[in-house]
């Protein structure tokens, strides 16, 4: 292919903002490319993880808050404004892309106003704040969910479908056929999860919804599950308690594998867990977290609700007996489950990380391979 360019990714210092960016990175430079990422303290930590890729601090605030403190905010994104364009003239990119948080925001605006190929990748079914702030400038905005709200109308001719970028063992799962479910409804895996910190909710209501069902049916389901450290004895002692086998930690290093073998995983919606639901092919009970910026879990659990992939309880609506009627019908009906994976396994494999890639060598004039990987669906251009 015609020789590599150089390409700057921008992102927040959070792994949710971070994460995407560098299984970009990692594609961008398996084709040859020079990959650089600017981000904030935070992120720094987690993108020096990457070798070849060079990772620079810049300035950057959130605008919430009152009158000084968006002052504040001004300032501190002008000075990230000015730190880019140094950056600009050092690493003179071909491309650059954003991956939101507000520390994208500087690195961002400085790159429209220069006229450069940009890009922006919104994770979630809801238009980050960041994103929103410069959407109307770049050149392509790549989502992750077939509809996104919050795009401008104006914008609808330079919107790409390409998923969210996750890590590699996830798609592995996906090579994984469904587990077997027993003849009788047993045996059936439930791997709870709360995100990296855990969910007390989670915590909470599963226990109970377990030791509140019938022996029958409680004998037919085996637990795997995430806790906070607050949380973790008292669960073990409520699952002890009902009789239930189950396998607590306060985090998984092992997440795919776990998956591998999950039938059902019940958990929060944030952006990375429903993408790598998604490329795994497993099925969940979403249980959005109600505070999340602009509800944004709730709009992607209903997107993967929309696609027959999982179901959406609201957390207020989280109860036992809610848990409990919906565990039961796994058990009656197998095929529920079944169907779900199959969906689950339907709305992934979209090779997003490749789909972004293609998108820079494109807005670059460069010829890439435009190979997505084995079942993998081609970037789409859509209405948001």
């Known amino acids: 292919m015609t020789a590599g ?5 921008a992102a927040g210092g959070t792994g949710g903002h971070i994460f995407p960016a560098i299984a970009v990175a990692e594609e961008l430079i398996a084709r040859g490319h020079t990959v650089a990422l600017a981000t904030d303290a935070r992120g720094t930590g987690l993108g020096s993880s990457l070798a070849g890729v060079d990772v620079h601090r810049i300035s950057a605030s959130g605008v919430s808050g009152g009158l000084m403190a968006k002052v504040s905010a001004a300032v501190s994104i002008g000075v990230g404004v000015l730190q880019a364009r140094r950056l600009f003239r050092k690493l003179r990119p071909g491309c650059v892309i954003g991956f939101g948080g507000y520390p994208s925001v500087p690195t961002m605006i400085a790159a429209t106003s220069r006229g450069l190929p940009t890009i922006i990748h919104e994770q979630n079914a809801v238009l980050g704040r960041a994103n929103r702030l410069v959407s109307k400038r770049v ?4 989502t992750s969910f077939k509809e996104t709200s919050g795009i401008a109308v104006t914008s609808d001719d330079n919107v790409v479908l390409t998923g969210n970028p996750v890590r590699a063992a996830f798609s592995a799962v996906r090579q994984q056929a469904y587990p ?5 409804g047993e045996g059936v895996k439930i791997l709870v999860m709360g995100g990296s910190q855990g969910a007390t909710v989670l915590s909470e209501i599963v226990p109970r919804a377990l030791k509140e069902m019938p022996e029958t049916l ?12 607050e949380d973790i004895e008292n669960v073990r002692r409520i699952y002890a308690e009902a009789g239930v086998s189950a396998d607590l930690a306060t985090f998984f ?7 591998t073998a999950a039938h059902i995983v019940i958990t929060r919606a944030g952006a990375s867990t429903v993408a790598e639901l998604a490329e795994a092919g497993r099925p969940a009970i979403l249980v959005p977290y109600p505070h999340a910026t602009d509800d944004h879990q709730t709009a992607n659990a209903r997107a993967v609700e929309a696609t027959g992939a999982g179901w959406l309880i609201p957390q207020d609506g989280f109860t036992p007996d809610a848990l409990t009627m919906r565990l039961e019908s796994f058990v ?3 095929n529920i489950l079944i169907d779900a994976a199959k969906c689950a396994h339907d709305f992934g494999g979209m090779s997003a990380a490749a789909g972004l890639a293609d998108q820079a060598e494109k807005l670059m004039g460069v010829a890439g391979n435009g190979d997505h990987g084995p079942g993998a669906d081609p970037v789409r251009e859509i209405a948001a």
């Open 5 to 9: 360019r150089s390409i700057l990714l």
């Open 139 to 142: 050149t392509v905005i790549a």
């Open 180 to 184: 077997p479910i027993g003849p009788n």
């Open 218 to 229: 409680r004998r037919r389901f085996a637990i795997t599950q995430q806790c906070r450290a």
């Open 253 to 259: 290093d092992d997440v795919p594998d776990r998956m």
């Open 332 to 334: 009656n009906l197998q």
